[in-house]
Nanobody, 119 residues
Framework: QVQLVESGGGLVQTGGSLRLSCAASGDVSRIRNMDWYRQAPGKQREWVARASVGGVTNHADSVKGRFTISRDYAKSMLYLQMNSLEPEDTAVYFC?????????????WGQGTQVTISA
């Protein structure tokens, strides 16, 4: 079992920055990939970024150059640095974890943290 708890969301103006955090606990040694997803009201859930075991990171085109995912293995933390925020970034942001040997994109989800960007 893995538990994920996100924090760091809030209300910022267009052009501002936020840093989201995700604390993982439980069987963290089995985690392979950790991702950020987001879901805006009335829209489908959207993948944002991935930090794979070994240090490889990937970002969605919509956030590339503005958002940066990072992972601190020693602290079992996942981060998402978000710069140059736009109203279109308004969403609930979720942290996920996929385990070694799992064929699923995500085995565990956090509860989400709200990010609201004002125009």
């Amino acid at each position: 079992q893995v538990q994920l708890v996100e924090s760091g969301g809030g209300l910022v103006q267009t052009g501002g920055s936020l840093r989201l955090s995700c604390a993982a606990s439980g069987d963290v040694s089995r985690i392979r990939n950790m991702d950020w997803y987001r879901q805006a009201p009335g829209k489908q859930r959207e993948w944002v970024a991935r930090a794979s075991v070994g240090g490889v990171t990937n970002h969605a085109d919509s956030v590339k150059g503005r958002f940066t995912i990072s992972r601190d293995y020693a602290k079992s933390m996942l981060y998402l640095q978000m710069n140059s925020l736009e109203p279109e970034d308004t969403a609930v942001y979720f942290c996920t974890a996929a385990l070694m040997g799992s064929g699923r994109l995500a085995d565990y989800w956090g509860q989400g943290t709200q990010v609201t960007i004002s125009a």
